[in-house]
């Protein structure tokens, strides 16, 4: 695999790897970055093109190994992208697993003992990960998502294929992604964050532990509850692109009924658009 510089046009990159699409947005890149280079974008936005390259090109290649480009990055520049990876997780990333999951249990039988567990299991790997968050720099080792990965294969190899596929699929592509982000940021633990961290007297490693730590918590999911036999009814006329007036129409209720059963979908799935439906 060819080495990324600033020369490499972005734009180019990102179609090739969409997994770089989140990692480039914790640096403050967003989409529409026209024909512009890595280093025509490091100097509109006035990043260290070193780091990015480094996070870029470790994220990509297994085998790249930065330790000659360690001096040019500051402590705190490195926890400030951490603290945006970890961001990340707790407010986008894992959320959007939660969402599809809701989903898929909501429309294929919120009743069903399976999916129950394939819930438990996803909660369980979310305290997991707060607790390896919340233990910071002072845990050594890297972050074991088997509960990740064993919910994978259960929607591969054991759930009926009765249930809603579109709706699983999403859930796999989701896991997925989250399990290859993941791997990535562990390399960058071992090949970044930990070797500047030794060069630190105890004092200063503590105020970046602190610093790089963010606010929210994800421990708390809110209410979860079942969706009721009308609101699946109207789910499933929804996924398939019945408008409101024709749902009410179908189900002989008032078009307000509709509506009124759609805002309780939205809230208790947290999928808010008829793509993610």
Do not use: W
């Not at 970046?208 to 421990?219: G, Q």
């Not at 929804?238 to 059963?261: D, F, R």
């Amino acid at each position: 695999m060819s080495v990324l510089t600033i020369h490499s046009v972005l734009a180019e990159v990102l179609a090739e790897h969409n997994e770089l699409i989140p990692v480039v947005n914790r640096f403050g890149i967003r989409l529409g970055v026209g024909d512009k280079t890595i280093g025509d974008l490091c100097r509109e936005y006035r990043l260290n093109p070193d780091f990015i390259l480094t996070v870029l090109n470790v994220y990509l290649d297994d085998n790249y190994y930065p330790e000659k480009d360690l001096p040019l990055f500051d402590a705190e520049l490195i926890a400030a992208y951490f603290k945006q990876t970890i961001t990340n997780y707790i407010r986008d990333l894992v959320p959007n697993i939660e969402k599809h999951l809701n989903a898929f249990i909501a429309i294929s039988g919120p009743g069903n003992k399976e999916l129950l567990l394939l819930h438990e299991l996803f909660v369980q790997f979310k305290k997991e990960l707060t607790g390896h968050i919340e233990n910071g720099l002072s845990e050594e080792g890297n972050f074991r998502n088997e509960l990740l990965h064993d919910l994978k294969n259960i929607l591969i190899k054991h759930i009926s294929s009765e249930n809603n596929q579109n709706l699983c699929y999403a859930v796999i592509f989701s896991v997925s992604s989250l399990e290859k982000d993941l791997a990535a940021h562990d390399r960058l633990c071992d090949r970044i964050l930990r070797p500047k961290l030794k060069e630190l007297d105890s004092a200063r490693k503590q105020f970046l532990e602190n610093s790089f730590l963010p606010e929210p918590s994800i421990h708390h999911t809110g209410n979860q509850k079942d969706l009721t036999k009308r609101e699946i009814e109207i789910l499933k006329l929804i996924i398939q692109g019945l408008l409101n007036k024709e749902i009410a129409e179908k189900l002989n209720i008032s078009l307000n009924t509709v509506l009124t059963h759609r805002k309780k979908i939205i809230r208790k799935t947290g999928v808010k658009t008829v793509s993610g439906l």
